[in-house]
Nanobody, 126 residues
Framework: QVQLVESGGALVQPGGSLRLSCAAS????????IGWFRQFPGQEREGLAC?????????YAAAVKGRFTISRDNAAKNTVYLQMNNLKPEDSANYYCAAKRGYCVGSPHRYEYDYWGRGTRVTVSS
């Protein structure tokens, strides 16, 4: 059974940084991708970044490129991070990681991903 567990969400001041973690387990597909998404109240989940399992290729949404970085833990390959820098109040949202078979190609879209975590809350406020 595939399980994804996010952690690291917190209250942070504008301009600050935060690193989210996604611990994935039970995923047996040889080629898969992990994506990070966020959701604002009343809106659909927005894709932020993704990373492929075999070559660590990454892709980002234009809205976060240059501020957010997705990476995989070198030791624990099933842990994926989202480093978020220069956070703004408009980054406040629930953040989710998700997994799919295949590769990270282009900015992630929610309908491509089959497995989801429960999310972690990020609040950017002074």
């Amino acid at each position: 059974q595939v399980q994804l567990v996010e952690s690291g969400g917190a209250l942070v001041q504008p301009g600050g940084s935060l690193r989210l973690s996604c611990a994935a387990s039970g995923f047996t597909a040889e080629h898969h991708a992990i994506g990070w998404f966020r959701q604002f109240p009343g809106q659909e989940r927005e894709g932020l970044a993704c990373i492929s399992s075999d070559d660590d290729a990454t892709n980002y949404a234009a809205a976060v490129k240059g501020r957010f970085t997705i990476s995989r833990d070198n030791a624990a390959k099933n842990t994926v991070y989202l480093q978020m820098n220069n956070l703004k109040p408009e980054d406040s949202a629930n953040y989710y990681c998700a997994a799919k078979r295949g590769y990270c190609v282009g900015s992630p879209h929610r309908y491509e991903y089959d497995y989801w975590g429960r999310g972690t809350r990020v609040t950017v406020s002074s």
